[in-house]
């Protein structure tokens, strides 16, 4: 079990309404593989911690560790993190944690990327990941969102080169969009996301529920049930 250690916080950047970008300097950080995660723990002035998991969306060298954070309204530690976090508190995280849930850009095989919300955090930093490795193993990326303004990281996935993103709505969709706004189901799938194949790793994360659902229905497709990681965020 690795040990906690001290992280300053030195930026924080919006990403939507509810979401925020936080970057923590961790002295001695030596690295981290993409779809990892780490567990920050934050003690109230009583002595009182609270401790969660939130996936790095940085790769690479460095130690500065990037983390995207989306607020449950009713919950402990998420309100704080996106609403009151400032530059230059310090927290203590412990990681990086997780070696399943991860892509190595010696991987070469087809890659179908499956995000739910706030899933989108490790799998951005499996895109970072196979950009800055200059990787061509070919990768899709399904990402399903309440709106288009909850899109996190849009920008840079507006960016992402030759990774073939499909955006999906569950709540309202851009005027002329396609699909109406609706949670993914096997019709979806079967449509917006790569078949099965020998060597396709597919990776789905987000809420449980979400990634439940999506997982049960690639494996009614076909896909083998080894080959789908999942990383579930919790909640419904
Ligand atoms: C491996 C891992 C990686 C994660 N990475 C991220 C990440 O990159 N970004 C991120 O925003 N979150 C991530 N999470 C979720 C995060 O750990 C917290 O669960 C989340 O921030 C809510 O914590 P909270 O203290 O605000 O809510 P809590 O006080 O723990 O919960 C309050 C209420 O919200 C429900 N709830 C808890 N989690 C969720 C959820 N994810 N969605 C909906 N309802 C929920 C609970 O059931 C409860 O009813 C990750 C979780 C895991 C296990």
């Known amino acids: 079990m690795t040990t906690w250690r001290a992280a300053t916080v030195a930026s924080t950047a919006r990403l939507t309404s509810t979401a925020r970008s936080?970057?923590?300097?961790?002295?001695?950080?030596?690295?981290?593989?993409a779809g990892q995660h780490l567990d920050l723990r934050l003690t109230a002035e009583d002595g009182y911690q609270a401790v969660r998991s939130y996936s790095i969306a940085?790769?690479?060298?460095?130690?500065?560790?990037?983390?995207?954070?989306?607020?449950?309204?009713?919950?402990?530690?998420?309100?704080?993190?996106?609403?009151?976090?400032?530059a230059g508190d310090q927290?203590?995280?412990?990681?990086?944690?997780?070696?399943?849930?991860?892509?190595?850009?010696?991987?070469?095989?087809?890659?179908?990327?499956?995000?739910?919300?706030?899933?989108i955090v490790p799998l951005a930093a499996m895109i970072r990941a196979r950009?800055?490795?200059?990787?061509?193993?070919?990768?899709r990326l399904l990402y399903s969102a309440r709106t288009p303004d909850d899109v996190l990281f849009a920008p840079e996935l507006d960016n992402a080169g030759d990774v073939e993103i499909t955006f999906a709505y569950?709540?309202?969709?851009?005027?002329?969009?396609?699909?109406?706004?609706?949670?993914?189901d096997r019709?979806?799938?079967?449509?917006l996301t790569l078949p099965p194949a020998d060597d396709l790793t597919v990776f789905v994360c987000g809420p449980t529920g979400f990634v439940?659902?999506?997982?049960?229905?690639?494996?009614?497709?076909?896909?083998?049930?080894?080959?789908?990681?999942?990383?579930?965020?919790?909640g419904a």
Do not use: M
């Open 131 to 139: 950009r800055t490795s200059s990787s061509v193993a070919p990768f």
């Open 58 to 86: 940085s790769v690479g060298p460095g130690q500065l560790v990037e983390l995207g954070v989306d607020k449950v309204v009713d919950g402990e530690v998420s309100p704080y993190l996106v609403d009151e976090v400032r």
């Open 187 to 191: 019709t979806d799938l079967a449509e």
């Open 170 to 184: 569950t709540r309202r969709a851009p005027d002329g969009f396609a699909r109406k706004p609706k949670r993914l």
């Open 91 to 119: 927290l203590e995280i412990r990681g990086p944690l997780g070696g399943w849930f991860v892509w190595r850009p010696a991987d070469v095989g087809p890659v179908q990327l499956v995000a739910g919300g706030s899933g």
């Open 212 to 234: 439940e659902a999506v997982a049960d229905g690639l494996v009614s497709l076909g896909h083998d049930p080894a080959r789908v990681k999942t990383e579930r965020f919790g």
């Open 22 to 33: 936080i970057v923590l300097d961790v002295p001695g950080w030596q690295g981290n593989l």
